[in-house]
């Protein structure tokens, strides 16, 4: 029987840190799964966590933690698959360094993680990146960059590229929907049930359903139209009012030309109330009308620079 603790600490000081580069975020994320892990291996076997063995981890035991997740503490699926994501590192990492482990090891990763991170992934992207329908639909696994999961290389109208970079919330997404994507032949991201490529009317369903959850909490959405291309509308609509910059606006969308972006200009409110603060008259301020006194008053007028274009 080999000793848990120190392979365990040497796992999440040293490996993880040091030797993968994982966050801070990451470490402590992973010592909470194992500490309920441990606290729930503790009670199965009567132990104290401190005199568990490496062995005593197996797959039955690992089932039996997920399930009490689930049931007795309520977590998401997507809770219990960071958890199980976690316990799979370990033992990958235990394969190298306790040979005797392999089997066991195996038969844990092969535990199966709940689909549950398509939809999530997409509709993220969707709005994140201003995407077309086709162009989310056509996403390939070699456009997402696999290794830090920042950016996103797509292939727009006439063959015009554009790579993006990605939400962390986006990026824990499709990060999230590769840990448990099936594995298939098929080169696309996304695909339906039948493990071919998803189509538009398929992500137009997917919508559809997300659409009607969110009508149960916000139900003025009920009343709106949102379909696929809505969704790259407001992505253009938030891009314009942080950066002001129509050219920027455009470089995002991946569109032909400015004159296709400037519909967003005549859309955008705040820009016509820009457009009418600044035909107000200069000296003219919104408040109260006071008096002003006399003497301020000319002083505030002696004090101005002479403006010669006036």
Not at 110 to 123: E, S
């Amino acid at each position: 029987m080999t000793a848990l603790a120190p392979y365990l600490s040497s796992f999440l000081r040293e490996h993880l840190p040091k030797e993968r580069g994982a966050s801070q975020h990451t470490c402590e994320a992973y010592a909470q799964s194992f500490q309920l892990l441990l606290h729930f291996a503790a009670g199965r076997l009567k132990l104290k966590p401190s005199k568990i063995e490496i062995e005593r981890l197996d797959a039955p035991l690992i089932l039996a933690f997920l399930e009490h997740l689930e049931k007795q503490r309520g977590n998401s699926a997507r809770t219990r698959n960071a958890r199980l994501a976690a316990i799979n590192s370990f033992f990958r990492y235990l394969e190298y360094r306790v040979p005797s482990c392999l089997d066991q090891s195996r038969r844990i990763r092969a535990i199966p993680m709940k689909k549950t991170d398509q939809a999530r992934a997409m509709l993220h992207l969707a709005f994140a990146a201003g995407m077309r329908v086709s162009e989310l639909v056509g996403l390939r696994l070699d456009q997402i960059d696999r290794q830090t999961m920042s950016s996103v290389h797509i292939m727009g109208k006439g063959r015009r590229e554009r790579v993006l970079p990605l939400w962390k919330q986006t990026a824990a997404a499709v990060k999230a929907w590769l840990k448990v994507r099936p594995v298939t032949d098929a080169p696309e991201l996304f695909f339906n049930a039948r493990a071919q490529a998803m189509t538009r009317s398929g992500f137009e369903y997917i919508l559809t359903k997300h659409v009607a959850v969110a009508a149960r909490k916000a139900p003025s959405i009920a009343g709106k139209g949102v379909s696929p291309h809505v969704l790259r509308h407001t992505c253009a609509m938030h891009t314009l009012q942080a950066t002001r910059d129509v050219r920027k606006v455009s470089l995002w969308l991946g569109h032909a030309s400015l004159q296709s972006t400037e519909v967003y200009l005549r859309a955008d409110p705040t820009e016509k109330l820009e457009a009418l603060a600044a035909m107000s008259p200069p000296m003219l301020t919104p408040g109260r009308f006071r008096a002003p006194d006399k003497l301020l008053a000319m002083l505030n007028v002696a004090g101005r620079k002479p403006n010669y274009a006036e």
